[in-house]
């Protein structure tokens, strides 16, 4: 398998992350990035999974503590102070996803009526809706494999600030939508559009850390998200999903490998329309960036984390298959598995992408180095993606 052919480069990859962002030593303050702590969390549960080494489990809960404890409270530079959910600091300690978390971006967010920077913008800081999911299923992760069911309350809270402060309506009687950033303490807008895959991401994900297994009694308020479910399965209706872009369509693949487990595990997950229409938009994507030759540039010209997005996704794609032979059955299971052997035809690609970005000369770029973490910790994940894809 995949996963052992790569170890010792995955725990060298995740060793030297821990080491350069502070998590491993006390000698450096941390650096800590929502998205790329989303996929290292999972990681390291893999390496604790793989090897039973119990120092790659508390890596995990101790990135999971430093996230919160930096990304859960104001910035440094901020004249604000404490938990950026306002609440005092035993009750945040508590909860500590409340009032969200930040993105971990080196400036500060933009204050509000500041003319928006359209450039600028990308580096400062505030909260994604897409970064938060991430962190959602880190944490269903992290629930699933201590048995802890803390994580994944902490997960449906963090659920329940999210969509109380991103859904929102354009006009009375309008369709609800979600804006794409917010401010750090959630009170208004930074970038008022929605993002393409938001409301299908944020679906599945709530759907996700409400199953049975996740070890929280659906029943429990705070982890009871059927309202958030019905109005994101309402904004995802008669939408299109097909995108050309790399990690837009790992995303996809990410996403209809999370359906078919719910579906196999019969967790009440019942929209099986959706997994097609999912299959199908990624498989038209895959199409049309094939066709764009994509991977074709230099590796000066290519963005390693956006295409070891999409490997990712295709490793989910031999996964998916294994479930359907496990032989359950549900309404369109035929049209599934031919989209499925269709798109295994693709999973050469991610063999290719992931040798590119393994190749020390490659990683000498100046692309690679603009973003380093997240670069190597995708890469980690796509070498060994079970951490990630495996519920």
Known sequence: MQDIKHEASVREIMD???????????AQTPER???????????????????????????????VEQVHGILGRHRDDDPRSGWISSLDDETGCLHPTLGGLRIGKRLGERKRNQPLDAQLEWDRDGQYYHYLTKWMHALHQVSAVTGDPIYNRWACELGKTMHRAF??????????????????????????????????DGLITCAEVQEPSAGQPAAMPSCDLSNEIADLSEMCRHKTWATDDSLGIG????????????IACDTGFKDHGLLCDVLHSSMVGLQSFSAGGGLRGSSEER????????????????????LLQDGIEFEQRDIVKDQLNILMAALPLAASIDA????????QSASWRAHENINMVMLATSLAPDGFLSL
Request: hydrophobic share 45%; charged share 15%; with cysteine.
């Open 251 to 262: 995303g996809l693949l990410f996403d209809a490998g999370r359906m078919l487990h719910m």
């Open 16 to 26: 030297q992350f821990a080491l350069k962002t502070g998590l491993s030593t006390s």
């Open 303 to 322: 963005l390693a984390f956006r295409e070891l997005g999409l490997a990712i996704g295709l490793h989910a794609v031999p996964r998916m298959l294994a």
């Open 167 to 200: 859904a929102h309506q354009l006009g009375s009687g309008a369709e609800k939508r979600l804006y794409w950033k917010m401010s750090i303490d959630l009170t208004y807008a930074l970038v008022p559009s929605m993002g393409h895959h938001d409301p299908l």
């Open 356 to 363: 590119f970005w393994l190749s020390p000369l490659n990683r």
């Open 33 to 63: 990035y929502l998205w790329t702590d989303a996929f290292a969390v999972c990681n390291f549960l893999h390496l604790y999974r793989h090897t039973c080494h119990e120092n790659y489990r508390q890596q995990a809960l101790d990135l």
